[in-house]
């Protein structure tokens, strides 16, 4: 297997780039009208890429599609269903995965506003701008689809610096892509915890962590007599339309900010300096973006904030288990870290040493990371505000966008096994402190609570959370690569050759 | 495991009964009337499970000549003590009900003799693992109630000196003894474990080493032969992992993720030839010997979330049927699978039919991601009817609260000692 260099000029931007400069954004939900005018449109539509501009570009147009969309474009079945199981089944259609993911009670897809029956979205358009830019690019693009899709949602978006409608500064940490292709394709395991990771992880068609290659359709080659299509690098006699590509997952999640201000000050009888730290325990890290497990909640300005983990801190007392950060991501490498040797190593991997198993409960991280690109929405809400009710009374919160090669392996895992988890770590009746749904469990326990160990004694608890979180939409999507994107839109992307 | 074919045209009317047993779909009612499992108190874990014969297709793949084989119905538990007392304990309690249930099988009649059927069926269990052997039903039972109290009536204000930290475990144990008088809390003291089993258990423990010592010359003349079959076979054996199909996995999916645990039944064939036979049986002896001698206590390897598990053959040693109650999510435990033991699971399965591409019998296989969550999928089963005795325990929580226990009952606690027990609840 070559090692082949990375076709920037094929990839969209958002995987390289969240648009940092662009500020402006608003997303499109489309649903296809005119088969053939949206054909026409997605096979000529400017695409950003993810080549570096200097300066940045003034505005950027990103596209994806869901199963219904591929369907609705007239893309053959074989082609669809050989995408992953998860795309294909889609989001927000099966009461096991709702269940899984915690879109039960006031999350389930029966109240959504959009992604469920009838409103499923066939096309995502992201668009981004500089200040200013927006209106006037919206416009345009909005009468070029107008014949040919109908906009089934606008998602406007808001910029809040940076800083997510709660009032902690978001997108700190990111996995390092290796663009360079450095790291080496093979299976091994990684005695340490370490942010870089293979494109595979992100980008379908490359080699991933295990040095294998997720879900994506492979077709034979006749199928593309333009040769629009890369050859897939594992299977070189087969055109690889998922090359370049990515999966797409966006959820839009109501922020009840009132509601978390008012219960953390509540907790603390209205004290500000314990209203901060108990805030910061619940997302690990300080509204500033200081990790707590580094800290006591001081502002450390200059230091690297992604530069930690968990090690040192294996009972939670600096930073709680349950605290979203190191739930979403705990930092661990694929066997707990131990003496060296080859004695050492072994005790470790057969489960005879004692230490070593509680810390194991959770482990190989690099398996489940993902590339954060939300954007928050509505009017921004102070704290002063939301403790005292104040403020805009529109919808806030965040449209989570997550890419990866597996939706399953990666968001649905995150969500699942480790956000939603009332199990994480060992812990007992707690799920994610921000988007729990705080829905007893089966058996009738209950999952509303958030416990802080402390060095003595039982752990502190707080109780009674409400939930925070509200999943109003979403939908799964394929971020084609470029190419793929033309021959999606290409009639020879039609049943059989 | 009893493994009884089904009587000819009776499975849909089988599966239809099995339903009525279940309070969620797949998870059974404790006390359903047709088998009122918690009626059974040293029951763990139990399950029915119809078996086909779909998977055999890949034999067809293979050019191999395909046997048909029943329809079987499959019924096993996991209990204290020994297994026949509490199989007659079922039959007292619930002969009807297995009468109902057995009738949908072969050479069942009115007259038949219930247990002596149920013995007559049971199949030998080629390795079985237990997450902490001893540990009973009563005692996973009374320690998650003693657990609760403590939790719910420790000060959580923090603990600022020794002094403070043997007060309150002082006061917490005047608290259960008042709990205990008052018959709120049982405290039942551990049942020794009985001659016989201690005898039996030091027999297994010699004889397996021996058989095996008396092996090893004839092993060490064979190696480069066994080495050389072992390699050409990884070589050439054909991997067989399609994507199952969508709607038979949204049929195992909907019985999961309800409890804390959930189960996991797969089947497989044996890869054709004495050689996979041979050492199939032979590893599970290994794996058996390991798991009652070795693994006793709280682990299988890494792996900290199974509390049962079992390997049995059947149809003459050409297929394996494994089972599991693991804690946790499906795509959890499959990826506990691929990244804590892939080797282990490569061992025994890498002789069964399409498993992915192995190397030296432990290397690749399960770690071929893609490949083997097909793989696994494909050959899951969904189990009809599930019963876990102790909904919304984990692993995790039986092993803590049997520690507040021993914790609680210790009055020779070191100050640190006391603190540790202190952060359990
Ligand atoms: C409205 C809902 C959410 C809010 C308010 C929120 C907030 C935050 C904040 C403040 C951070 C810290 C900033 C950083 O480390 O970059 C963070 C990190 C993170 N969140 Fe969320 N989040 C939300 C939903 C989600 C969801 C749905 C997921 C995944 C399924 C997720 C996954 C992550 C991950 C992976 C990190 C980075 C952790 C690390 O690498 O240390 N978040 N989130």
Known sequence: MSTRTVEFDDIQGLLRFGYKHQTQASFLLLQVKEREAARAWLASVPVSSAITADPPPDTALQLALSRDGLQALGVADDIVNAFSPEFVSGLGRDASQSRRLGDVGANAPEHWQWGAGQRVPHVLVMLYALPGRLAAFQQAVEAQVASAFDILLRLPTSDMDGIEPFGFVDG???????????RAV??????????????????????????GFTDRPLLDPQRDPQALLPR??????????????????????????????????AQVGGDAA????????????????????????????GKDLNAFDYQADTQGVRCPLGAHVRRANPRNADLPSGGPGLVSWLKRTLGFDAQARERDRVASTRFHRMLRRGREYGAAVSIDQALSGTGSASDTGLHFICLGASLARQFEFVQSAWLASTRFDGLRNESDPLLGTREPTADGSPTNEFSMPQPGGPDRRVCGLPQFVTVLGGAYFFLPGIRALRYLASTRSQGSP | MLVAPLAAGREASLRALLVTMNATPGTADPCNAVLPFAAIERLHFARLVVLDDALQVDLDTLGIPRPRLPTVLSFMGDCDGPAHEVLAELVQRAGEGLRRIFAHCEGFGAETDVLAWMQAHDRPIAASYVNWVGRTVRQIK???????????????????????????????RDLVNG??????????????TPLAWQVAKIAHLLAVPLVGLLALPFLIVLSPLLVYLLRTRESSDPEICPRPQASALAELQVLEDIDVSNQYTAIGAVKPGL???WLVSALLVLIDYACRHVFTCGFLA????????????????????FTSNYDGSHQGYMDDFINKVAWGLNLVFSNGVGWPRTRWLILGGARIEQDFKRYQRRHQVPTQVWYKAYPGLSLHDLTRNQRIREGLENTQMSDAQTLAWLRLL
């Not at chain 1, 093979?186 to 040095?211: F, I, K, M, V």
């Not at chain 1, 999640?253 to 009132?258: A, G, I």
């Not at chain 1, 730290?277 to 502002?299: F, H, Y």
């Not at chain 2, 709990?179 to 020794?192: D, I």
């Open chain 1, 172 to 182: 700190i940490s990111q996995p390092r892509l290796d663009w360079e292709r450095t």
């Open chain 2, 275 to 277: 050689f996979r036979r």
């Open chain 2, 179 to 192: 709990e205990v008088r008052a018959g709120r809390l049982r405290l039942t003291p551990p049942e020794p």
């Open chain 1, 186 to 211: 093979r299976d091994q395991e990684q005695a340490a915890y370490d942010n870089l990771s293979c494109l595979g992880e992100y980008l379908l068609g490359y080699p991933n962590e295990y040095g």
């Open chain 2, 142 to 172: 009374e320690e998650s109630a003693l657990q609760r109290v403590l939790s719910a009536s420790v000060s959580r204000a923090p603990v600022n000196s020794a002094e403070q930290a043997r007060a309150l475990h002082a006061g917490l």
């Open chain 2, 302 to 321: 890494r792996v900290q979330t199974i509390h049962f598990a079992r390997w049995v053959f059947i149809d003459d040693k050409t297929r394996v049927v």
């Open chain 1, 274 to 301: 314990q209203r901060e730290r108990l805030a910061a325990a619940m997302v690990g890290r300080t509204r500033q973006g200081v990790p707590v497990v580094t800290s006591n909640g001081d502002a450390d300005a």
């Open chain 1, 232 to 265: 897939a690098e594992d299977r070189p006699a087969e055109a690889d339309l998922g090359r370049n590509g990515s999966y797409l997952v966006l959820r839009q999640l109501r922020q009840d900010v009132h509601g978390f201000w008012q219960f953390v000050n």
